[in-house]
């Protein structure tokens, strides 16, 4: 890490809560504003600790809420949003580009991060 980029980092440590806050709002109002649908789950947090809620988690069932996530993220898409792609972050990781076991390997190939990342290979 060069000096500037470690000077940015400091200085940004004291704002670093304020944005953990901000992500665990944002987090609350999708979580109130759609758990209440069937078919859609919200990632727990867990009882060991407190997440910064980063990127926000939801599981959609296809046949109980009627969609795929793929069309949820078209939909999101068309109206401006940014959704992300699950999985692409981690898998395009040079720490899991190393991994070898049988979920490492699927979470490569099957997330479609493999497209999207072209130097992860199966």
């Given at each position: ?5 470690a000077?940015i980092?400091?200085?940004q ?5 304020g ?7 944002i987090?609350?109002w999708?979580?109130?504003?759609l ?6 789950e ?14 926000t ?31 692409n ?8 580009r ?22 992860v290979?199966?």
């Open positions: 890490m060069s000096n500037v980029a000077a980092g400091l200085g440590l004291d704002m670093l809560s944005f953990v806050d901000r992500l665990r709002e987090f609350d999708y979580e109130e504003t758990s209440s649908l069937p078919g859609i919200f990632m727990p947090e867990a009882a060991y600790g407190k997440a910064n809620r980063w990127l988690v939801m599981l959609v069932d296809e046949d109980t809420f009627g969609a795929a996530p793929e069309d949820i993220r078209i939909a999101l898409e068309a109206e401006t949003s940014n959704p992300g792609l699950y999985g972050p981690c898998t395009c990781s040079r720490y899991s190393t991994l070898t076991t049988p979920a490492a390997k699927c979470a490569r190939t099957c997330s479609g991060a493999a497209s999207a990342c072209p130097q290979q199966p």
